[in-house]
């Protein structure tokens, strides 16, 4: 029987689907549709809790998820995410995949129950976190058991790493990013996933919302621990964020920008800029 817990982990049962590392070394810009109760939101990610009072947020859109979902399928913005925050969000995430089937990866809950049928929906992928952390410790045999209702099918799976920082490391949490697990993110623990997965989602869940700037010492080692795809969200405040970001990852981490954007309310970045950047990486 696979053992369970972080440390001292029995043998890998990795899928036999070989991924191969990202093949260009291109930085995109990968948008979301951030859901809680149902309505488009951008919340500052650190007051995220079950104490409604205490939650504070940048945006909340008149525009349902499906209109953003049209948005990013007219532009080809591939690999954008849908983040289901907390319950009463099933519909949204629903109406937003029938309008883009197979365009968009959706997270939020997903455990062994519901990650098939999240794709038989349209999901392009599923991003998993909480599930895999019991009692915030990292759990291989619920990771295996995930990919099993995949059909061991890792190209369907994206792993969401995002972290809090602790001094000078980076720690893995769930719950809304409330809770710090036993996993600290770091090469190591990339290099336990990858075999795993297709890609990671990775909030620095203390810039998120913030609109403050990157975690660009983040950012870097990113770039230098993983070989799949990777996208960070978290501080992003200008157009200037994507040549920073490429730059500081050799364009191996992809970014989101979320509060700083104007279709979310924000004032600096420009929807129409980000695309016109991705227009350009492809290009080169």
Not at 74 to 98: D, F, K, R, V, Y
Not at 131 to 143: C, G, H, K, V
Not at 250 to 259: E, H
């Amino acid at each position: 029987m696979r053992s369970r817990g972080f440390a001292g982990q029995a043998p890998l049962r990795p899928p036999f689907t070989p991924i191969l590392p990202h093949p260009t070394a291109m930085t995109r810009f990968r948008p979301c549709i951030d859901l809680h109760s149902g309505q488009v939101k951008q919340i500052v990610g650190g007051t995220l809790n079950t104490e409604s009072s205490d939650l504070k947020t940048n945006h909340v859109s008149k525009l349902p998820a499906s209109h953003f979902a049209k948005l990013y399928k007219t532009h080809a913005l591939t690999g954008a995410h849908i983040i289901m925050l907390g319950p009463g969000n099933n519909e949204a995430a629903q109406e937003a995949l029938s309008v883009w089937p197979g365009g968009l990866q959706v997270g939020g809950g997903i455990n062994e129950k519901n990650a098939k049928q999240w794709i038989e929906k349209g999901a392009e992928k599923v991003i998993v976190t909480s599930y895999l952390f019991p009692d915030a410790r990292f759990s291989m045999d619920r990771l295996n058991v995930v990919l099993d209702t995949l059909g061991q099918k890792k190209t369907q799976l994206v792993i969401d790493l995002s972290c809090r920082r602790q001094g000078t490391r980076w720690v893995v949490a769930m719950n809304k990013w409330q809770t710090l697990t036993d996993m600290e993110l770091d090469e190591k623990s990339i290099k336990l996933l990858e075999p795993f997965c297709s890609e990671f989602l990775i909030h620095a869940a203390d810039n998120e919302g913030l609109q403050r700037g990157i975690d660009e010492e983040l950012v870097e080692r990113l770039g230098q621990w993983c070989t799949l795809p990777v996208t960070y969200a978290g501080g992003g405040k200008s157009l200037d964020d994507l040549e920073k970001v490429k730059q500081l990852s050799g364009g191996r981490v992809d970014l989101t920008i979320g509060s700083a954007l104007n279709i979310f309310g924000g004032q600096g970045v420009k929807f129409e800029g980000c695309v016109e950047w991705n227009k350009q990486q492809a290009s080169f």
